[in-house]
Structure formats: structure tokens, C-alpha cells
């Protein structure tokens, strides 16, 4: 492990109630996302923090280190309340064959989350704002400074699907081993970055939003390189929504970057105003 690519990440200076408390902030901005959903089947808890999530950030991330042996979900089964139940629930929800993915919705409702995050931003005073549209490869927003000088750029992923069988799977925990990306898409992204904006910090930042565990965390593009070189790579099955006519649009190469080498959401805020 290259533990520079690590440093800064889960530095314990920064206490998880405050990233708690940013994630139920953005939460209250998303009445554009709600409206666009309305109409779709979404898992009860959408969009939502309880007092059971917050009792699942703390548990499944805050208080697991880099390095530590994950725990087992069921072991969390005595320690928050309900949790069994909203399990058993998610499992019935998300393991049941759902609607194929189309893919100008998706985007649609990928270009919403950006909104709301880069407005969220704005109100910290972080000047964020969409990057270049020409270039599809380089990240999805640009934050620059008071000399409108690009600072940082974030590639900007929502998440609300957990893998609730990575127990069978890839032999990993739905509550850190669902934060899905895509493994070419990724790789070409790298290329782009690594050509075109060499000495420009990139953060991947995970909008969570499972059943159990919520909040907002961050990878550096570096360590997503190294998690390519290094972990195991899972195909999920075709779908209709992968292809367009015969050529095959969708990716189903994925990998899945520990959550407990990520940042926070407050972390990820000092960051940028830095």
C-alpha cells in the first residue's frame, strides 16, 4: 500500500458530526431531484436521513480505520435499532428485477445531483460551476479561485443502489462494498486528466444515498489509479439499457473503492477552500 496517496484521507481531525450535519444541509436542497423523481420507484428511504442512518455513519464508517477488519452488516444488527428489519426490507426491494436503465434519463437525473451539489458549494463559498462541456471525459465540475484560476475539478457520482449480495460476490460488505464505478469509464478519465490537466488536483466524490448508510465521501484520482492496478474487478450481467440498437453503450465492468480509505464531507469542503 502506498500510504502517500492515503495522507489527508480520514485524518481524524474532523469530527463526522459535522459531515453529518453538511449531508441533512444538502438534503434540504434537493426539492428539484425529489419533483424529478416522483413518479419512479425508489427504495422508502430516498433522499432521506434518520436517526438510524446516523447511527449507520457512525458505526460503518466513522468508527472502522483504514486497515481494520470490516465488520459483518449482521453485527450492526444489535447495535442500531431497526436496522434488521430496514434490511430485510432493501433486500426484497433491491435484489427484485427492476426497470432497465435509460440512459438520457440517467444523464438527466445525473445533471440534477450536479446542480444541487454545485449550489450547495456556491453557498459555501466555494466557487464551483460545470466544466467544460466540449471535453465529456475531463470531470464534471470546476472550482476556481478569486482569480477565476481552476483550482480543483470533481468528478461527482450518486449512489443509491447497494450490492446487497457483495457479501456472495466480491466478498465484500454492502455498506462499503457498493460505492460502484466504472472501470473503463474511469480509465479513460485518468488518460484525459493526466494529458490535458496534469497538475490539477481531481476528487471523486461519492453522493451516498443507500439504505442504510448516507453522506458524502471522496476518493483522490491517484488512489482510484492505484484501486485499478490492485483490485479485483466485478461484470455485472447485460441489461436492455446497455445497448443502443446492437453497439453497447453501458458499462459493466465495475470496480469498488474502499470506503474506509475516503474522506468526509467536511473534509472534502476544507479541501476545496484551501
Known sequence: MNNDLFSGIRGGTIKSDVSISLYQEL???????????????GFSNRLQLEELNIECYKHMYTN????????????????????????ASAYKFFTKKRNNSIKGLDVQLGNKFDEVLINFLNKKKIKASRADQRNKRLPDIKVIDRTKKIKAYIEHKYHNAPFMLSHRLINRESYEGSITLDLKKIQNQIIECNSEIPNTPVFIVHWVDFHHLKGVFFNTLEQINYYIKETDIFSRKDRIGDYNYTKKIGYTEKFYPPLHEMGDFNELLFHLKS
Do not use: A, M, Q, W
Request: overall charge neutral; hydrophobic content about 30%; aromatic content about 8%.
Open 64 to 87: 472502522i480505520k483504514s486497515g481494520d477488519v470490516i465488520p459483518p452488516l449482521t453485527s450492526f444488527y444489535e447495535k442500531i435499532k431497526g436496522l434488521r428489519e430496514l434490511n
Open 27 to 41: 438534503l434540504s436542497h434537493t426539492d428539484s431531484i425529489r419533483d424529478f423523481l416522483k413518479n419512479t420507484d
